[in-house]
């Protein structure tokens, strides 16, 4: 069974499938839904920061830098209209159950300083809860 | 670089205590009174006295101190340095072990079931109030004598906070990378130090699972002392404790949980993976040197202790398994399952980074000069104990790796013995514990034969009708009869120290 999730970029950032967990990741003016996982540890690629130079993340748990390439091929296939956006979720997650979130996004916020310490979240990385939109299965 | 006995990972005084207060000490002691019948009437619990049974299986509650009687020592004096390896410091170190420990939930892998008495004795209200009794006097007993042995660098300052731990790091073989942080791991270095000793003595696998034994007696419970740090309110350095503690508990994944693998790491070479299964095998330093990091994390003065021992351990354990792993490998083969020590000699090159910039820098940086001292004290406190520590596996591995020699030799001075014997019948089913003696002494069978359990051993060293075996002071030992009685004399005898 194929499955989608129409959510609203306006008021969310964040689908949870099962145990995984997607982000809205905005890279070259687009804004792409990507697997917030680390391919290190699994540390959540939301919370990281950017390098210096823009091109990769940062990870918050160990500091590995990843490639922001590399994490937008881990997008998920997504049709646009205005700020509704409809989400094509993997084949292999069955009846996983799905919600739309927002949190605080920090691999979208300008690159750090060079002198910050890798891997330290702000203080302010809090994460804000909301309740989801309707998930349809076709 | 070698992790030694490698016991530490995770886990004070002027006076005993750490951060500074003398005065909070008074009181602290078992001397006599009220505090000295807490100590006895703690060991004379059931679950702490000795039974039967060498490995002890299904029931982490059942922890022997060691003979009867040995509840009534004074530990009012603290230990020395020199005494660091004497029989007060094994019967303080089982007692604080236990005390630590009652505050950790300990449950029987195969179901509570039997053990349920057990379970209700060891978090019941007698012995925590004892527990809590004479925990703070033990302390003292063994903690003390860091104030005297260990040096007081003058390290004052942040940068000379930071050139002092590049250093030590770098004279302990673990020298930071071309980044000026990550701590360098050479998968390929040939094996040295005390895991080449292993490898290279007559009985290798005994040898080799000692060393696991002294790790499983912070690794089947890993990061639980570390647990004791990660509430409370101490800005970034607390987030950054928690970044470590998630890895130490695999993200919450049991199969990824280091102590999971660590118990797959023993199940491959045949050994218990019960929590203290070998309890009677736990050297005198290892338990205190695991104790020394529960006790830091159990009271919070020693928070500047504990987070610069971390980040000091932390750097050198990269290698450190790195080593191990490649020693067990050259002694089991391809049989062992060493992905526990592969894990550390990749996540500790992070958490060497993240303790260094993050906790010991990191409170330098939040805190000031003020607590410098006691950052430095954290890490001259580990150096020692784990040189101390190292010193008393190699002398135990050189013991009970040559008992046969041991034997002949206790034949050659059973003449010289003192006139002090002590004579005792073993059966079988008697109550069985290890101990260490103050001085050198001669074991002498009489009569029938008797197991001397040194290490974790199917084949343990049998003496027969009139066999003299020499056991070294502060060699750890137990005898267990091997014919339906059995007969020991055991006297003392002077011997140069430099004999062993």
Redesign the interface.
Known sequence: MTRVVVMDLSRYNTVMVGHDRYFVLDTDGRRLLVRDHCPH??GPLSLARRTPDGRRLSC????TKVGVAAVRRTSLPMVRSGDEAVVLLPSDTGPAPVSVIHKEILANLPPEEPCA?D???P?AALERDMNGEAVACL | MTVTTGTFTTGTVSGGRPGVDVGRLAGGTVASGDRAGDLAALCAQRIFQPGPEVYITGNPYRRPIGAPGVGERDFSVPATEAEFLGSGQLIAGRVLCNAYESDMILLPPAGLGTAKADFDLFYGDEVRRLRDSVRPGLERYSYAFLDDAVPVPAVRTFDELQEYFLAEVGGAGAPADASGSNPAVDLTAPVGGTMRFITECRHPEEAAALHLIQLALDALTEASAMARNLGGSYG?EQ??LF?IF??EFG?GVYGAKHSTIFKEMLASVGLHTDVHAYWNFYLTSSLVGVNYFNWLTEDHRGVFRYMAAVSYLEWLFAQGFADTGAMLRAVYGDRVDAAYCDEHAH?DI?HG??TY??LLLGLARAHGDLVVPELVRGIEDTKLLLRLGDADFRAQVSWADTLDEHTAAGAALASAANDDGVTATLRPDDPFSTGVHDSDRLVEVTDGEVDVHAWATDRPHRLGKGDVLLVPRSRLHGLKAASAQARVTVRTIERNPHDD
């Open positions: 540890r699994g918050p748990w160990h500091g310490a891997g330290l979240v203080p | 970034l987030s950054e970044k998630v890895d993200y996540i992070h980074r993240m910039e993050n």
